[in-house]
């Protein structure tokens, strides 16, 4: 498999790439739009073919680069079908299997930081990986508080689903504001402070009480996002 883990500095955004070395097939997760011309860049230096784009989610801090990425490559564009976006290529449902080649990706439903949150899931020889966007982050979790979020969404996708897979599988966040760049599920069950609840309501509780402002882009992001970037 092909890796790199992208960063984008304004949002503090990660975007991975991810390719099959046989057949030279790509997906890109989690775009930014201001970076798109350095995705080009890149596929073409690697000599791969971008076949997708996804979103982990609509995202409220950063415009995604889907939109521009398809008109110029004509890469398949991919968001959960809770995001009931127009413009998307193709949306997606819990457990549905995107295959990048020789690669194959399987797309989690995991509500809560938004009522459209996925997470991706790789399986590549031992070794697991999951791109959890703001559903899990290294020693933190999305917020809860706007996008139709939900604690107890959260909650149940992170005890009841990837908490599940695991320890050693790799955890690939949407975003990291300290510089870490990956985890695995294990270190995040014994070390993410909000995963250190006894139940449910505790972690309502947490979440509920966090008091974060508005990300400063929200209100252009969220509904550029809807339209793939492209208002
Ligand atoms: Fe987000």
Excluded at 43 to 56: G, Q, S
Excluded at 189 to 201: E, S, Y
Aim: charged fraction near 20%; hydrophobic fraction near 35%; aromatic fraction near 8%.
């Amino acid at each position: 498999m092909i890796f790199r883990q992208l960063f984008e500095q304004e949002s503090s955004t990660y975007t991975y790439l991810i390719a099959c070395e046989e057949t030279r097939k790509a997906a890109l997760i989690d775009t930014v739009k201001s970076e798109v011309s350095q995705y080009i860049q890149l596929l073409h230096e690697l000599n791969l073919t971008l076949a997708y784009t996804l979103d982990t989610h609509t995202h409220a801090d950063h415009i995604t680069g889907a939109g521009e990425l398809r008109d110029l490559t004509g890469c398949t564009t991919l968001l959960g079908e809770e995001a009931h976006s127009a413009c998307v290529s193709q949306a997606l449902h819990d457990g549905e299997k995107i295959s990048v080649g020789k690669l194959t990706l399987t797309a989690l439903y995991t509500p809560g930081h938004t009522d459209d949150s996925y997470t991706f899931h790789l399986i590549d020889g031992i070794e697991q990986y999951l791109f959890t966007g703001d559903t899990l982050l290294i020693r933190g979790t999305g917020r809860t508080d706007f996008q139709n979020g939900s604690a107890q969404d959260q909650y149940q996708s992170l005890f009841g689903k990837l908490l599940l897979l695991p320890e050693t599988t790799w955890v690939y966040p949407g975003h990291d504001y300290k510089g870490w760049t990956r985890s695995t599920i294990g270190e995040e069950k014994a070390h993410n402070p909000r995963l250190q609840v006894k139940h449910m309501q505790a972690y309502v509780d947490l979440m509920n009480n966090l008091k974060l402002p508005n990300p400063t882009l929200m209100d252009i992001a969220v509904p550029a996002n809807r339209a793939c970037g492209q208002n």
